[in-house]
């Protein structure tokens, strides 16, 4: 657990440690997410965190839809393949969950996660620009 934290730390900075424990514990009870792990010895290195979406996901065309909520590998063993194998052992997971897609979501300005997206064959279906104003008087 402490060390799928401090990898999701550092993936979600804005959130807490407890956030995070609470998440994973939320998570592994779920028959609708999956986080897998890609192990090198003792040490976690890599973790993928997938869901089962039912409400609509940008550009796809069926539901339900798989989704990867968050993909990360610690930064010395990145370029090594490991997220690739969790990708494909993710989709299998969700081809067995009834899916036939797979969705993500990527900020504008993070070009690692762009080039790792295009590389595991992912289509970019569209961008997005969220607004948001603070209500005055509230």
């Known amino acids: 657990m402490a ?23 939320e998570i592994m009870a779920s028959n609708r997410d999956k986080i897998l792990f890609y192990r090198k010895g003792t ?4 973790f993928i965190h997938l869901s089962i979406r039912v409400d609509y996901v940008e550009g ?3 539901s339900p839809t ?3 909520e968050g993909v990360y590998v610690k930064p010395e063993h990145r370029r090594k393949g490991y997220s690739a194998k969790l990708v494909e052992a993710g989709e299998k997971w969700l081809i067995q969950k009834g899916c036939k ?13 762009y080039d790792f997206h295009i590389g595991m064959g992912f289509k ?13 008087g509230v």
Do not use: C
């Open 101 to 113: 897609q797979i969705g993500s979501d990527i900020h504008l300005d993070n070009q690692v996660s």
């Open 124 to 136: 970019e279906s569209s961008r997005l620009i969220a607004f948001i104003k603070d209500l005055k």
């Open 66 to 68: 798989g989704y990867i």
């Open 60 to 62: 796809t065309e069926s």
């Open 43 to 46: 040490e976690l290195v890599s």
């Open 3 to 25: 060390q799928y934290t401090e990898m999701a730390l550092d993936l979600w900075p804005e959130s807490t440690e407890e956030e995070l424990h609470e998440s994973f514990h």
